[in-house]
């Protein structure tokens, strides 16, 4: 099973999060902030059965 480690997600550029968020199948990235990214990475990542990891 794949994992992505939530602190790995807040650590990137916006650029990066873009790049990343097309990758994953997000449509729009390029239009969204980086809050906005990250949830809709994160929403991508939880379809994909992928497990993640938040610390805190």
Not at 29 to 34: C, D, I, L, N, Q
Not at 40 to 50: G, P, V
Request: hydrophobic content about 45%; charged content about 30%.
């Amino acid at each position: 099973m794949r994992e992505m480690k939530l602190q790995d997600l807040k650590a990137q550029t916006p650029a990066e999060l873009v790049s990343f968020a097309e990758e994953k199948g997000v449509e729009n990235a390029s239009t969204m902030r980086k809050q906005e990214l990250m949830f809709a990475i994160l929403k991508q990542l939880a379809i994909q059965e992928t497990d993640i990891i938040g610390e805190g």
